[in-house]
């Protein structure tokens, strides 16, 4: 009795994760995966709608859910927002401010990440923001906290509602998401996981206390107020922190390896609404 | 804090497992009752085995349920090998496993892997 249960329960986890994680990212296009995947979450988490997702972990945990409501109710990020807004109408020294990098119109999350075909590279908004900077003669900020968080969460904060719309105009691009997909599904680091272990294989599970969320929905909430933080971090900080969790080497915010993993994972929740800035435990 | 607090229950429990050994005749060898207490502290280590991330053991505080419970281990895991094997390098029973190999990967020693077997006779 016992050999055969198992049995089958080690077939079922091969099924449903054969589908993603032993497959070479090649083998299936960016259509089949967005399938593969809401099929996959659809029927892990049945009865919870597309548009859900982008509450990550509240979306499927009532217990925490109603602490994270409470706390919405008062945003520890809005006075971040409105440091953002500040930071968009301050011109830089030049006297030109964001707006002219940007139609002068903040609410730009849905433009981005999308694939420069002149420059073959994945351009997501922080790195747009620096661009910017740079051609005004400015620094450029730091990639993973502070003032550029600020300045995420204004433009995060004006563009909710916007859905995610994320392109693969050509091979070259989509050369740049199979790279994404890989990285996500590389085992890495001593602990031997890759991205999709916790939060394809395992979402909705336990990693101690923790119950891991899924993929599909990260990509919308960016900037996020994590109470571990104490303050806003950007979605390439997230990368980089479970990437140290696998006690792997991490990547660098907005090094090719990032860009082109937000472009994986920010295509997988294409049709969701971005909700930015959000709060997180 | 959390971290104090959990010494210190790791430190009873060491003390419980010690003075247990030490009054019961029925326990075959007090150094097979060290080495289950030394295994269950490695198991229990964050920074070493940290099975309770996923697995739900016996005593353990806000256990993971990434991987099966870990009971009645001897009836279960007769052959001790096989509980080496699982612990050394899961991918080779599971190449989609999320358990991390181990032994494999030097997470853990092979002595640490008998220890921690010696602990999970006694689950």
Same mark, same amino acid.
């Given at each position: 009795m016992k050999p055969m249960k198992t049995a089958i329960a080690a077939l079922c986890a091969l099924a449903a994760t054969g589908a993603f994680a032993d497959k070479k990212a090649t083998d299936t296009t960016p259509e089949e995966d967005l399938k593969t995947y809401r099929d996959y979450f659809f029927k892990r988490f049945p009865g919870v709608p597309l548009q859900e997702y982008a509450n990550g972990v509240y979306a499927i945990d009532k217990t925490s859910r109603d602490s994270w409501e409470a706390i919405e109710e008062f945003p520890p990020y809005e006075p971040m927002v409105e440091e953002g807004e500040t930071m968009w109408n301050t011109p830089f020294a030049n006297g030109k401010t964001y707006g002219s990098c940007f139609n002068d119109d903040p609410a730009q999350r849905k433009n981005y990440p999308y694939w420069d075909d002149q420059r073959k590279m994945v351009v997501t908004l922080p790195l747009a923001i620096n661009e910017c900077r740079e051609k005004n003669g400015e620094k450029p900020l730091k990639y993973a906290k502070g003032p550029i968080t600020r300045l995420l969460a204004y433009m995060a904060y004006e563009s909710r509602g916007q859905k995610i719309n994320v392109k693969i105009p050509n091979k070259d691009a989509l050369a740049a998401y199979n790279n994404g997909k890989s990285i996500y599904w590389a085992r890495r680091g001593q602990l031997n996981f890759s991205c999709g272990s916790c939060?394809? %294989?395992?979402?909705? %599970?336990?990693i101690r206390a923790d119950i891991l969320s899924p993929a599909l929905g990260q990509a919308t909430g960016w900037p996020v107020y994590r109470s571990k933080w104490g303050e806003l971090g950007t979605f390439h900080r997230r990368f980089k922190g479970c990437m140290k969790q696998m006690r792997a080497k991490p990547y660098k915010p907005q090094s090719e390896e990032f860009r082109n993993l937000e472009y994986f994972l920010t295509y997988m929740s294409n049709g969701i609404e971005y909700n930015g800035p959000s709060s997180r435990k | 804090m959390r971290n104090t607090a959990r010494h210190a229950t790791i430190a009873l429990s060491l003390a419980a497992l010690f003075s247990a050994a030490s009054l019961m005749p029925q326990v075959a060898s007090a150094a097979g009752a060290n080495m289950a207490a030394k295994g269950k502290e490695i198991a229990w280590n964050r920074k070493k085995g940290n099975c309770l991330a996923c697995h739900v053991m016996a005593g353990g505080n806000l256990p993971g349920d990434i991987g099966p419970p870990l009971v009645a281990m001897k009836a279960r895991f007769p052959d001790r090998k096989k509980l080496f094997d699982q612990i050394y390098d899961a991918t080779k029973n599971n190449p989609s496993t999320r358990m991390p190999p181990f032994g494999k990967h030097k997470i853990l020693s092979n002595a640490d892997i008998e220890a921690i077997i010696d602990y999970l006779y006694t689950l």
């Amino acid at each position: 009795m016992k050999p055969m249960k198992t049995a089958i329960a080690a077939l079922c986890a091969l099924a449903a994760t054969g589908a993603f994680a032993d497959k070479k990212a090649t083998d299936t296009t960016p259509e089949e995966d967005l399938k593969t995947y809401r099929d996959y979450f659809f029927k892990r988490f049945p009865g919870v709608p597309l548009q859900e997702y982008a509450n990550g972990v509240y979306a499927i945990d009532k217990t925490s859910r109603d602490s994270w409501e409470a706390i919405e109710e008062f945003p520890p990020y809005e006075p971040m927002v409105e440091e953002g807004e500040t930071m968009w109408n301050t011109p830089f020294a030049n006297g030109k401010t964001y707006g002219s990098c940007f139609n002068d119109d903040p609410a730009q999350r849905k433009n981005y990440p999308y694939w420069d075909d002149q420059r073959k590279m994945v351009v997501t908004l922080p790195l747009a923001i620096n661009e910017c900077r740079e051609k005004n003669g400015e620094k450029p900020l730091k990639y993973a906290k502070g003032p550029i968080t600020r300045l995420l969460a204004y433009m995060a904060y004006e563009s909710r509602g916007q859905k995610i719309n994320v392109k693969i105009p050509n091979k070259d691009a989509l050369a740049a998401y199979n790279n994404g997909k890989s990285i996500y599904w590389a085992r890495r680091g001593q602990l031997n996981f890759s991205c999709g272990s916790c939060h394809v %294989q395992s979402a909705g %599970q336990h990693i101690r206390a923790d119950i891991l969320s899924p993929a599909l929905g990260q990509a919308t909430g960016w900037p996020v107020y994590r109470s571990k933080w104490g303050e806003l971090g950007t979605f390439h900080r997230r990368f980089k922190g479970c990437m140290k969790q696998m006690r792997a080497k991490p990547y660098k915010p907005q090094s090719e390896e990032f860009r082109n993993l937000e472009y994986f994972l920010t295509y997988m929740s294409n049709g969701i609404e971005y909700n930015g800035p959000s709060s997180r435990k | 804090m959390r971290n104090t607090a959990r010494h210190a229950t790791i430190a009873l429990s060491l003390a419980a497992l010690f003075s247990a050994a030490s009054l019961m005749p029925q326990v075959a060898s007090a150094a097979g009752a060290n080495m289950a207490a030394k295994g269950k502290e490695i198991a229990w280590n964050r920074k070493k085995g940290n099975c309770l991330a996923c697995h739900v053991m016996a005593g353990g505080n806000l256990p993971g349920d990434i991987g099966p419970p870990l009971v009645a281990m001897k009836a279960r895991f007769p052959d001790r090998k096989k509980l080496f094997d699982q612990i050394y390098d899961a991918t080779k029973n599971n190449p989609s496993t999320r358990m991390p190999p181990f032994g494999k990967h030097k997470i853990l020693s092979n002595a640490d892997i008998e220890a921690i077997i010696d602990y999970l006779y006694t689950l």
